[in-house]
T-cell receptor, first 113, second 111 residues
């Protein structure tokens, strides 16, 4: 059974650019959550998608957006990158939003210069 | 104020000892509680979940929940060097609510 995949694994961008990250959950898992992880703030919830609809949203500015496709794959976009956006971005999939067990992908390490 | 709080550590324990990791939460509506383990450079993995007051045991791991005190703990018996990792406490209010994580406690098991 294939695990959660995230692409790309590493990304270097400059301030002002935009970036798109991708996440494919385990087959059959229709809910995808996105998190930002930094040393100081820990794991912070960005948003969750289920059945192509955003079900929950964290306290991040509108520069952070996402979407989900019919095959459950999800993308996250960050526009007008800032230095503080440098972080590990993790996605986690689960069968549905009411399911407790979520499976994390390996993450995308974003560095903003 | 952080919704889920943990001591960042590091917590150092000798091999074979009991490691005790603690967590407090502020949302009294929280219903589900989780402990994740994250090795350096890896993604978090769920090791325990607990929903009702009391203890829940799984092998060398015991999760404890006290909703009146808004306190969750994880005990690791017979600690091994392979247990060295960051342990993340998380809570959820239920239904479609988001999972809120603490910043994690780094555990070092000394051989």
């Amino acid at each position: 059974k294939a695990g959660v995949t995230q692409t790309p694994r590493y990304l270097i961008k400059t301030r002002g650019q935009q970036v798109t990250l991708s996440c494919s959950p385990i087959s059959g898992h229709r809910s995808v959550s996105w998190y930002q992880q930094t040393p100081g703030q820990g794991l912070q919830f960005l948003f969750e998608y289920f059945s192509e609809t955003q079900r929950n949203k964290g306290n991040f500015p509108g520069r952070f957006s996402g979407r989900q496709f019919s095959n459950s794959r999800s993308e996250m976009n960050v526009s007008t990158l800032e230095l503080g956006d440098s972080a590990l971005y993790l996605c986690a999939g689960r069968i549905s939003p009411t399911e407790d067990t979520q499976y994390f992908g390996p993450g995308t390490r974003l560095t903003v210069l | 104020q952080k919704e889920v709080e943990q001591n960042s550590g590091p917590l150092s324990v000798p091999e074979g000892a009991i490691a005790s990791l603690n967590c407090t939460y502020s949302d009294r509506g929280s219903q589900s509680f989780f402990w994740y383990r994250q090795y350096s450079g890896k993604s978090p993995e769920l090791i325990m979940s607990i929903y009702s007051n009391g203890d829940k045991e799984d092998g060398r791991f015991t999760a404890q929940l006290n909703k009146a005190s808004q306190y969750v703990s994880l005990l690791i018996r017979d600690s091994q060097p392979s247990d060295s990792a960051t342990y993340l406490c998380a809570a959820r209010s239920g239904g479609y609510q988001k999972v809120t994580f603490g910043t994690g406690t780094k555990l070092q098991v000394i051989p």
